[in-house]
């Protein structure tokens, strides 16, 4: 029998994300566009844990963080300050002098000078940037032009200023946002780690420039303690610390957090050292200045920033394949996502024991109601046996399948089953609410 590859574990996550409502092809029935993927009911729940879980860690249970959430399309002029209309933010690309196909320079696979599709000769490199045109307004002209966002990054720099009039944060402090970003990949691929629209969950923090080593170690250990909270294991995650060649325009240092993803060590989040970069040539594009004040000192300066960048899609991506499972129960094989409770799209899924019973029915209908408006994210199912439900629940997740049967009607008990270990429990009614306010 032919082994399993990583590659497989791939092939069985995305057909898992399509036939289970996580992730579908873009523009599905019109044959897909490359690079963009629509999440499903279960995928956009997945999705929003994770954001909520984040926003909740870095923003809420903290003093020193402020949310924003910018817009969008900027003023062209924000590109040009940031270095992103320059050299820095394209990619080397080589065009076929005989199909056209395009490719990214540095991942093709040898020196040959060889089109990988056609065998046709490659043309010389050229750069190529990555930002998404086009026009505001009724005018196609130059003046009109502006750019989808490659970075969420921008929408705080440019409210750095309005934030500081708002509030008067003392230094340390950051600015937080979750949004959308677009870079025009040359070669999207690997489902969703390379795509062409994606999500950013950024954080933007101001120190003073004598202080960055300090809080850009502090950072790293945030950043530790997320990866183990979503449930990605330690030795699955690599740190690597990016050369100067390989850094981006703005940075001083840069760490890489990669994920061993099927496809390669990969990255999966960055922290970088961004100084005084972007602040700075704001101040100076725009005319404002965007300096910081400190009452005590009496102090006059622009403070330095450390970056903590986490992709939203990619999480989603290295929590699926970290939480997939097959073993055998009961004699059977089975599949099933050991998501960590807090993130799995349904906590518990409800069952009367039989479809055909109508007072099993009913009452199952009545804990469902109650538990719904504690927990939000729970199913009711009555098809098929009651073991090919738990397989349902087991392949999305959901930690928990309460079920309904004779002896509840009895004596209001029910039993509780659980997704590892496949093991259930009776317990009373009066307890099932409390305790799934704990998972
Ligand atoms: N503001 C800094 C910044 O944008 P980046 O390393 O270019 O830095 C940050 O991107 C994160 O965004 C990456 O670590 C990754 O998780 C995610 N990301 C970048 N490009 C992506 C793409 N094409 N598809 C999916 N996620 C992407």
């Not at 791939?10 to 599905?28: A, H």
């Not at 009109?144 to 230094?171: C, W």
């Not at 979750?178 to 489902?191: S, W």
């Not at 101001?206 to 990866?227: A, P, S, T, Y």
Request: proline share 5%; glycine share 8%.
């Amino acid at each position: 029998m032919k082994e399993e590859g990583p590659r497989d574990l791939m092939e069985k996550i995305v057909s898992l994300c399509k036939r289970r409502g996580f992730i579908y092809p873009g523009s599905d029935i019109y044959g897909g566009l490359s690079g963009t993927f629509d999440y499903g009911p279960l995928g956009v729940e997945l999705k929003n844990n994770i954001k909520n879980l984040w926003w909740k860690t870095f923003v809420e249970t903290r003093e020193d963080m402020y949310g924003v959430d910018a817009s969008i399309l900027m003023n062209a002029k924000v590109w040009e300050a940031s270095g992103h209309t320059g050299a820095g933010f394209t990619d080397p690309l080589v065009e076929c002098g005989k199909c056209k196909r395009r490719f990214r320079a540095d991942t093709l696979p040898n020196e040959s000078g060889k089109c990988p599709e056609c065998g046709g000769i490659l043309g010389g490199e050229r750069k190529f940037n990555l930002m998404f045109q086009t026009n505001i307004g009724a005018s196609e002209d130059e003046a009109s032009r502006i750019y989808l966002r490659p970075e969420t990054a921008q929408g705080m720099f440019v409210n750095f200023k309005n934030v500081l009039d708002s509030f008067h944060p003392k230094l340390p402090f950051g600015l937080a946002q979750i949004g959308k970003a677009f870079r025009n990949e040359i070669a999207p691929r690997d489902f969703l780690f390379r795509s062409r629209e994606f999500e950013q969950m950024e954080i933007e923090y101001f120190v003073r420039e004598e202080d960055w080593k300090k809080h850009f170690e502090n950072w790293k250990e945030e950043m530790e303690l997320w990866i183990k909270t979503i449930g990605l294991s330690s030795e699955k995650v690599h740190v690597l610390e990016v050369p100067n060649e390989d850094r981006a325009h703005y940075s001083k240092r840069t760490i890489d957090f990669e994920f061993d993803f099927p496809f390669g060590k990969k990255e999966l989040y960055g922290l970088a050292y961004r100084t005084d970069f972007d602040l700075k040539n704001h101040s100076s594009a725009s005319g404002i200045d965007l300096v910081y004040f400190d009452e005590e000192t009496k102090e006059r300066f622009t403070p330095h920033v450390i970056e903590p960048t986490f992709g939203v899609d990619r999480t989603v991506l290295a929590v699926l394949l970290e939480s997939y499972r097959e073993d055998e129960m009961g004699g059977d094989g089975r599949v099933y996502l050991a998501l960590p409770h807090v993130l799995a799209p349904v906590k518990v899924a409800v069952f009367p024991l039989l479809k055909n019973k109508p007072e099993l029915v009913s009452k199952a209908g009545e804990v469902y109601k109650t538990l719904k408006k504690e927990i939000p994210q729970i199913s009711f199912d009555d098809n098929g046996n009651i073991g090919k439900r738990y397989r349902r629940q087991d392949e999305i997740g959901t930690p928990f399948c309460v079920t309904i049967d004779f002896e509840t009607l009895e004596n209001d008990t029910i039993t509780i089953r659980s997704r590892d270990s496949g093991e259930q429990e009776r317990v009373s009614l009066d307890v099932l609410e409390e305790r799934f306010m704990k998972t």
